[in-house]
DNA sequence: CGTTTTTTTGATCTTCATCAAGAGGTGTGG
DNA sequence: CCACACCTCTTGATGAAGATCAAAAAAACG
């Protein structure tokens, strides 16, 4: 399941941006590659987190889940963003839990590895702030989103961006299942079919898993006014959805 | 309205634990200490923030305002919070507005000078990391907060939290109009007043401005699950609520 | 195929927003 | 001192959004 990770991989990191490289090479030494099956789970709500974790592809799950079992989603992390940095650095114990949605490469590095690393360079800190700004941005809209929409215009609205986060590949996807969606979104399945039906009306449909932009110009008028006024966050080193 | 700040007020702000004294003081030199009455728009929603801004005393709110006037609260900082220093650092457009709910004594220092100041100390960095983790975890329970909870559970959570924030005091108060509260918790101002009545049934009453937590037991229970086990996030440098 | 899981659909109920109006408080100017 | 505008907060009536429960339909999967 662990083994060494490739060393090219690691060095396109955004977290390694400006790092000194003999900071950075002892790090690189002492990451690993898992692999893990969808639906496994990473960190549980609770647990102290000990390791940085890093994924490398696939898509992973914040959330919360209540005695009942129902589940309260936060954020999707996808391709090159950290999981829970601030809890691994500050050996908090996690307010949310982390499961994959989809089969995930992951890399992964004992947290006081980096923890002292951290004290030596700047450029590596710094890094890791500007990941956790990212994140802390990604859950301000949230909190508009939720506070700020309807349950349909959040539908709409992280479709839309999924396609054109999407805009080389040929036909964008919902890479999750509908379920995680709604969770991520804050509403329960059955209202997401609903909104799905309505977001259809207004120029976005979902054909299994394909997203078809019918007419962009009425679906982001449905939705309402754009929190991502950027193209995307790949500045701030945010992968997250 | 602008003049030099006291250094001891200065040298005491968690962002400046274990900061190299050289660079401790010439970033406090260049400090300066203004003073803001309540309802002072600090910064608008789109705008470049060019300053790093940090609470003296007083209380800001971060929120949103829509086209017709709605308000979307996120956050309520106090005293010794950041604000937004994600945005400041990497010379972001701000998704949200800062307003002062109550006069504000605010320290204020150009954010260029903290950039390079965070290029030469990593500890100054690793403390600016430390302060936007924090606001991250506000903003995770949140979200909890918004999907899980109805809106009597957050007033009541909200109110405890904030009489044991205060348990030094002899009667806690709630410090900012109920208005403010209704757009930090995501509600109407109508529904916090029927919410309040229905708090007031499960043994925490609002007096005026004093919060009377008639019995702790019952309100906790009401509240469900609390997401704050630890008694407070001042470890994490956020004074946030 | 049969079995399990996911998604959809329908009916109903709860929660909360909205609109409208009134009550209490505060400040201003005559 | 009063009259008046102007707050904030409360209360009531109504409506809309979304949750819940139950069951059917559609996919996924061994």
Redesign the interface.
Known sequence: MSLRAQTEDLLDLPLFDGVESSVAESLIEAFAACQYRAGTLLIES?DCVSKLQIIHRGIVELC?V??EG?Q???LLLSAKDVLL??AA??E??S??CARTLTTTRMLEIEADLVRSA??????L??N???V??????M??????E???RTAAERVGAFLLRLADLQDGAASPVLPIPKRSLASRL?ITPETLSRSLQIVADHGLHLRGRAIVVRDRERIKEFCG?D?Y?DRNEHP?NVFAI
Chains 1, 2 share one sequence.
């Open positions: 609770g919360r209540d005695q129902h309260f989603g936060v940095p601030a650095i500050f908090e114990r307010l949310i951290m004290k030596r360079s700047a450029a800190t710094f890791m702030m500007k956790t700004s990212g994140q802390w941005r859950a301000v809209r949230n909190i508009l939720l506070t700020g804050g006014p929190l006024p701030l």
